[in-house]
């Protein structure tokens, strides 16, 4: 096989969207850091976003995220694939080759304790995968589109996934019981 044509992980991406700030964030942060090991970041409304509805108004803190990549995301996407069961919807996977799912509660996930200060809550995970040669769409210079022919196509994510993390996809309505 060509090795330009291996799928590999970019990047994971745990989210937790309080829609609200104060204490739910606080608690979406100690979440995450149990989770990842790592440090979330903030998330904020944008600039000029104002929907006095809803309480929102610019640069409020919303939510948090953590990135995680290379090995430690393998680690974790293992964890966070054995609380859905190693079962992922068809609809979860996106037509360029990236899938997300959310966790309803945080005690589903394999070794992960009950944390009082965070009571029950769930996050979003949202994972991005790449070919070789990606980067020529982020780079500083001479950016370019990525081919059509080099994209990767939800069919070879889906292969991937069944692959390398031994991940039933099933259609809807068809989930074990």
């Known amino acids: 096989m060509n090795q330009m044509k291996a799928i590999e992980i970019e990047k994971i991406t745990l989210n937790v969207g309080a829609g609200q700030p104060g204490h739910p964030v606080e608690k979406g942060k100690i979440l995450l850091q149990n989770v990842s090991g790592v440090k979330p970041v903030e998330t904020r409304t944008g600039p000029r976003t104002r929907i006095p509805a809803w309480s929102l108004r610019p640069n409020l803190v919303i939510g948090c995220k953590v990135t995680l990549r290379k090995e430690q995301a393998k680690i974790v996407l293992a964890k966070l694939l054995a609380a859905k069961d190693n079962q992922l919807p068809i609809k979860s996977f996106d037509n360029n080759g990236n899938f997300s799912f959310g966790i309803n509660e945080y005690l589903d996930v394999p070794d992960l ?12 995970v949202a994972i991005t995968l790449q070919r070789k040669g990606f980067r020529v769409k982020r780079r500083a210079l001479k950016k370019k589109k990525i081919p059509q022919r080099h994209g990767i ?8 996934v069944k692959e390398n993390f031994k991940i039933k996809v099933v259609e809807r309505g068809e989930e074990e019981e």
């Open 113 to 124: 304790d009950y944390i009082p200060e965070v009571g029950i809550m769930g996050f979003e």
């Open 153 to 160: 196509s939800k069919e070879e994510a889906i292969n991937f």
